[in-house]
Structure formats: structure tokens, C-alpha cells
Nanobody, 121 residues
Framework: QVQLVESGGGQVQAGGSLRLSCTAS????????IAWFRQAPGKEREFVAG?????YYTNSVKGRFTISRDNAKKAVYLQMTSLIPDDTGVYYC?????????????????WGQGTQVTVSS
């Protein structure tokens, strides 16, 4: 089993920055695929960024968000800059030993509880 805990959410004004953290416990996740998803009210959960050996991003966050991992700390980070109101939502960390597609939530075995990010205009 793997437990994931997100932190770092908050409320910022447009143009601001936040850094989200996802900390894993339980099994070693060094070789796991780990991703960030977000869900806005009334919308489906959407892929934001993922990392295995290389990072992957959805188009809307390329150039603004950076995903990284520190296996020694069992942590994955999402540095978010130039935030816009459309980035608002609950951000979830997800992990799985294997995946077929980055952007499909059902591919992931483990999920955190989420952290709220609110960007005001």
C-alpha cells in the first residue's frame, strides 16, 4: 500500500505562485509514475502534470508549472507560477507502478485527499 498526502495549497491572486508537495509513505515509490490532477467545481478531474523519469504536462500549464521529484524524501512537487483563475481547483496527487496513459484517472492505484488551490482575479 501507498499513502499520499498533499500540502501547499492556498489562495493567491492571479500572477502569483504556489508550490504543492506530495509525500508518499508505505511502499517505495522511486519507480512509480506520479501525477498531479485537479478538479474544479462541476468539472471532471483533469491531468495537470506527471513524472516518471521525465516530466509531462498538459498544454495549459506548459511553461508555468514544473513537476519534480525527490526520491530520497519520497516527495513530488508541483511548482506553479503565473497562476490564473482557471487553475483553481482541488489538486490531487496520484501514483501507480505502471500506467497506460498519463491523463486517465483510472490508471492510478493510489490517490491523496487533495489540497485546495484558489486563484482570484
Amino acid at each position: 500500500q501507498v499513502q499520499l498526502v498533499e500540502s501547499g495549497g492556498g489562495q493567491v491572486q492571479a500572477g502569483g505562485s504556489l508550490r504543492l508537495s506530495c509525500t508518499a509513505s508505505g511502499r517505495t515509490v522511486d519507480a512509480y509514475y506520479i501525477a498531479w490532477f485537479r478538479q474544479a467545481p462541476g468539472k471532471e478531474r483533469e491531468f495537470v502534470a506527471g513524472i516518471h523519469f521525465d516530466p509531462y504536462y498538459t498544454n495549459s500549464v506548459k511553461g508555468r508549472f514544473t513537476i519534480s521529484r525527490d526520491n530520497a524524501k519520497k516527495a513530488v512537487y508541483l511548482q506553479m507560477t503565473s497562476l490564473i483563475p482557471d487553475d483553481t481547483g482541488v489538486y490531487y496527487c496520484a501514483a501507480s507502478p505502471t500506467i497506460g496513459r498519463w491523463d486517465t484517472p483510472t490508471e492510478y492505484d493510489y490517490w491523496g485527499q487533495g489540497t485546495q488551490v484558489t486563484v482570484s482575479s
